[in-house]
């Protein structure tokens, strides 16, 4: 790891939106600075998307890039436990995922990437 960069949590240098359609579950990962956009890209996979997700029994994990925002979309099939109308979970609607993926997902960034809060 260079010196100039650090690992952190998701959380750190993004926020997120979730959504819901049946089963599907839909979550928007976005940068708090636009250049922290490239290292995101590269390290928030379906793959590691589709890990975090995989207790809730995920089954595939679709990424959208949407470079002019700059952000990620991921569609995760069967992370809802059966969707809103079926799923016996306070959070039917999945959208308690958000959170769980800003802050299980690390990545690592040039520090200047990292707003001082």
């Known amino acids: ?10 959380h750190a240098v993004a926020h997120a ?7 599907r579950s839909n979550i928007s990962v976005i940068p708090y ?3 922290a956009f490239p290292y995101l ?17 995920a089954t595939a994990c679709k990424r959208y890039v ?7 979309n991921f569609v995760i099939d069967d ?6 109308n079926f799923s016996l979970s306070l959070d039917g609607h999945g959208k308690s ?12 960034v040039p520090s200047a990437c990292v707003p001082v809060r």
């Open 97 to 108: 995922l958000s959170f769980l993926v800003l802050g299980e997902i690390s990545v690592r």
């Open 41 to 57: 890209l590269e390290q928030v996979t379906e793959e590691r998307m589709l890990a975090v997700l995989a207790h809730k029994g």
């Open 79 to 84: 992370a809802l436990e059966g969707g809103v």
């Open 1 to 10: 790891m260079n010196e100039t960069e650090v690992e952190v949590t998701l």
């Open 17 to 23: 939106r979730a959504g819901d359609k049946g089963n």
């Open 66 to 72: 949407l470079p002019n925002l700059p952000a990620l």
């Open 33 to 35: 600075r636009p250049e």
